[in-house]
C-alpha cells in the first residue's frame, strides 16, 4: 500500500509556471506507475501525465504536451509535476495516482489503486 501527498499549487497568472510535487510513503514506492490527473468544477477527472517505474517512458494528455513535464525520484519517493505556459484552462484540482498492476501508462481512472487527496491549480488571466 502507498500514501500520496500533492503540495505545490496555487494561484497563478496565465503564462506563468507551478511545480508540483507528490510524496508517497512506503518502501515499494518504485514498483508502481504514477499519473497525475485533474478534475475541473463540473467535469470528469482527466488524465494530465504519466510516468513509468523507472522514468524511463513518459505520457502526456495532448492538452498539455509541450508544456508539463512528469519526472520521478525513486530515492525521495516523489513525483514532480512541472506546469509552464499555465493557461486558464489548467485550472483543476490536481490529483497524482498509483498503479500497482498496470504495465504501462494507462489514461483510465480505473487503472488506478491509490490516489491523493488533490491540490488546487488555479490560472488566472
Known amino acids: 500500500q502507498v500514501q500520496l501527498v500533492e503540495s505545490g499549487g496555487g494561484l497563478v497568472q496565465a503564462g506563468g509556471s507551478l511545480r508540483l510535487s507528490c510524496a508517497a510513503s512506503?518502501?515499494?514506492?518504485?514498483?508502481?506507475?504514477i499519473g497525475w490527473f485533474r478534475q475541473a468544477p463540473g467535469k470528469e477527472r482527466e488524465f494530465v501525465a504519466g510516468i513509468t517505474r523507472s522514468g524511463s517512458d513518459k505520457s502526456y494528455a495532448d492538452s498539455v504536451k509541450g508544456r508539463f513535464t512528469i519526472s520521478r525520484d525513486n530515492a525521495k519517493n516523489a513525483v514532480y509535476l512541472q506546469m509552464n505556459s499555465l493557461e486558464p484552462e489548467d485550472t483543476a484540482v490536481y490529483y497524482c495516482a498509483a498503479g500497482s498492476w498496470i504495465l504501462a501508462v494507462n489514461p483510465r481512472v480505473s487503472a488506478y489503486d491509490y490516489w491523493g487527496q488533490g491540490t488546487q491549480v488555479t490560472v488566472s488571466s
Open positions: 512506503g518502501r515499494t514506492f518504485s514498483s508502481y506507475i
